[in-house]
């Protein structure tokens, strides 16, 4: 089992920036890819980026690409979003994901993920 933890959510105005960070713990060795998903009141979870612990299996979701960045830091088992040119849009509850499933469901399928935080709310005005 990983325990995760977000944090650095918030208020923003349209066009500024937030970082979120995850911090993992636990079981750890038995992920290798973490994701972020994002949901909106009324909708449907959403993904939003992938990386794996190494640095590398990095995705974006269209809508994000371009203005989000996603990364990790290893020494302290910390996965962060750094999100710029915030949309309205990109309001939502924001949750990491540690992997734990076969690869062939796909890393931008929320199924494929065993853990989740309890996610970090973002609110971007216009």
């Known amino acids: 089992q990983v325990q995760l933890v977000e944090s650095g959510g918030g208020l923003v105005q349209a066009g500024g920036s937030l970082r979120l960070s995850c911090a993992a713990s636990?079981?750890?060795?038995?992920?290798?890819?973490m994701g972020w998903f994002r949901q909106a009141p009324g909708k449907e979870r959403e993904f939003v980026a992938t990386?794996?612990?190494?640095?590398?299996?990095?995705y974006y979701a269209d809508r994000v690409k371009g203005r989000f960045t996603i990364g990790v830091n290893n020494a302290v088992n910390t996965v962060w979003l750094q999100m710029d040119s915030l949309k309205p849009e990109d309001t939502a509850v924001y949750s990491c994901?540690?992997?734990?499933?076969?690869?062939?469901?796909?890393?931008?399928?929320?199924?494929?993920?065993?853990?989740w935080g309890q996610g970090t709310q973002v609110t971007v005005s216009s």
């Open positions: 994901a540690a992997g734990g499933r076969p690869a062939s469901i796909g890393y931008s399928n929320p199924a494929y993920y065993a853990s």
């Open positions: 990386v794996s612990w190494s640095g590398d299996n990095i």
């Open positions: 636990g079981r750890t060795f038995s992920t290798r890819v």
